[in-house]
C-alpha cells in the first residue's frame, strides 16, 4: 500500500526532506507552495512526486504532513489544517527551529484521531530554498522530536521509521528543554556572528581596508551571519525569553573580558582559552550539529597558473565529491594555500591520500 507524505514549504529542509523520500518503495510525496511560481521548480529539482497550490489537495489522504514553512508561519498552517478532513492516524509533524510555541499551538487545536510530533532536523546550512535542498543534509545529524506525553508510541513508531530514510539520528527531546539548548549552540551563535559582521560593515564605512583585510578566521565564525533574514527573524521571536537571558549571561561573558584587559591580566586570558579549549575538545568529533561543519583539507600550492585547476581535475578523475575550494592566501612571493571542503569525512580522507601520494602538502 502507498503512502502520501504531504510537504508544506518545499524549500531548503521541505526540498531536503523530499529528496530523502521521494522513489523510496511505497511513498509518494506530495509538495505544497502558496507561491504558484515555485510548483515547476520543485518537479523539475526532482524533490517531490506532485506538486499543488491547495492546502485541501495536498492534505487529503495523507499518511503524513510535514511543515516545513518558517517558524512564524507554523500556528497558520497548523491551524489550517486542523480544520480539513485529515486521514485518521495521519501523523502531522514540522521542522521548525524552536518547539515549544508550536508544540502549545497543537495541544490547543487536538482533533481526534489526528496526531502532532513536534520535529527538527539538527542540521542546515546557511542557505534557503529548493536549490540549496540535499539528499545527503540530515546524514548522521541528530534529528529531534517532540512528542507530548499523549501521542500513542505507535504513531511515534511510525515516524521514526518514516524518518530513518534521512539516516539521521533520532532523539526524543523535552521541548522547553530544546529551547534552552538550541538557544545556547544555535541561536545564540546566529546572533553573535550578525552583530560581529555589523561591528565590523560598520568601521569599514570609514576605512575599506577592513572588509579587504577579513578572511580565514573572520569568515569562518561568521559563515552563519549570511542565513536567511525572515527564518531568522521567526526563530528569534519565537525563543525571545530563552534568548533574553542567554544574552545577558553573554554581556557578562563579554564583561569578564574587558576587566582581564584592563587589569592586564595574562593569566586570566590564557585560563579563559585554556577552558575553551578544554570544552572545544570535548565536542563530539566532527559530527554534524546544529553548526554543521565541513570537513576541511588545507594544501600548500605554489602560486602559479593551472594549479587550481589541476588538483580538481585529480580528484574529479577519482570521483571524490568536493564541496567547496577557496584560496586563503596568496601573494606573489608566498605559496597560496587552499582549503578543500568535504561533505563526507571519508571524502575527506581519500582526498588527502591522494593528494599526498602526488606530493602535495596537506594538512588536516
Ligand atoms: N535553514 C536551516 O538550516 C534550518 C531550518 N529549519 C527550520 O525549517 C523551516 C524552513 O526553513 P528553510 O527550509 O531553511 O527555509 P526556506 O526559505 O528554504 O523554505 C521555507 C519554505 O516555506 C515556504 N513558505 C510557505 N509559506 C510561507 C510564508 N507565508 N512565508 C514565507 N515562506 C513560506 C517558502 O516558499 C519556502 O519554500 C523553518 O521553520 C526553520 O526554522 C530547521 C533546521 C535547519
Ligand atoms: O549552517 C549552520 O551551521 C546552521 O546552524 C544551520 C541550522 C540552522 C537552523 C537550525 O535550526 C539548525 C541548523
Request: aromatic share 6%; net charge negative.
Amino acid at each position: 500500500m502507498t503512502m502520501k507524505v504531504a510537504i508544506f514549504g518545499v524549500g531548503l529542509i521541505g526540498g531536503s526532506l523530499g529528496l530523502c523520500l521521494k522513489g523510496k518503495p511505497g511513498i509518494t510525496v506530495v509538495g505544497h507552495s502558496h507561491r504558484p511560481g515555485s510548483l515547476n521548480r520543485m518537479i523539475e529539482r526532482g524533490v517531490v512526486d506532485a506538486a499543488t497550490l491547495s492546502m485541501e489537495e495536498a492534505a487529503a489522504d495523507a499518511d503524513f504532513i510535514f511543515l516545513c514553512v518558517p517558524v512564524g508561519n507554523l500556528e497558520e498552517y497548523l491551524e489550517k489544517l486542523y480544520a480539513l478532513p485529515l486521514k485518521p492516524g495521519c501523523i502531522i509533524t514540522d521542522v521548525g527551529s524552536t518547539k515549544a510555541s508550536v508544540m502549545e499551538r497543537a495541544r490547543s487545536l487536538s482533533a481526534s484521531g489526528v496526531y502532532f510530533i513536534g520535529g527538527h532536523p539538527m542540521a542546515g546550512s546557511e542557505r534557503s530554498g529548493v536549490d540549496a535542498a540535499s539528499t545527503l543534509l540530515f546524514e548522521n545529524a541528530y534529528y529531534v522530536l517532540t512528542p507530548s506525553p499523549d501521542v500513542p508510541e505507535e504513531a511515534y513508531l511510525r515516524l521514526e521509521r518514516l524518518l530513518a530514510h534521512t539516516r539521521a539520528q533520532i532523539v526524543r527531546v523535552d521541548a522547553v528543554m530544546h529551547d534552552r539548548i538550541v538557544g545556547a549552540i544555535s541561536h545564540l551563535p546566529h546572533i553573535i556572528a550578525v552583530a560581529l559582521v555589523n561591528q565590523v560593515c560598520d568601521y569599514n564605512a570609514d576605512n575599506g581596508l577592513y572588509r579587504t583585510l577579513a578572511a580565514g578566521g573572520f569568515r569562518d565564525i561568521t559563515r552563519i551571519a549570511s542565513s536567511d533574514p525572515l527564518i531568522w527573524r521567526d526563530i528569534l521571536l519565537s525563543n525571545q525569553e530563552v534568548l533574553l537571558s542567554l544574552l545577558r549571561d553573554w554581556n557578562e561573558e563579554i564583561a569578564g573580558f574587558i576587566r582581564l584587559l584592563e587589569a592586564q591580566d595574562g593569566d586570566g586570558i590564557k585560563q579563559a582559552f585554556e577552558k575553551a579549549n578544554q570544552f572545544r575538545g570535548e565536542l563530539p568529533e566532527r559530527r554534524k550539529g546544529a553548526i554543521t561543519s565541513l570537513f576541511d583539507l588545507h594544501i600548500d600550492v605554489p602560486d602559479h597558473p593551472g594549479i587550481i585547476g589541476q588538483i580538481a581535475t585529480q580528484l574529479g578523475v577519482n570521483q571524490i565529491n568536493l564541496s567547496n575550494m577557496q584560496i586563503i592566501e596568496s601573494r606573489e612571493d608566498v605559496p597560496g594555500v587552499l582549503r578543500l571542503s568535504f561533505r563526507q569525512e571519508a571524502e575527506m580522507e581519500r582526498a588527502k591520500d591522494h593528494l599526498l601520494t602526488l606530493g602535495y602538502t596537506v594538512y588536516v
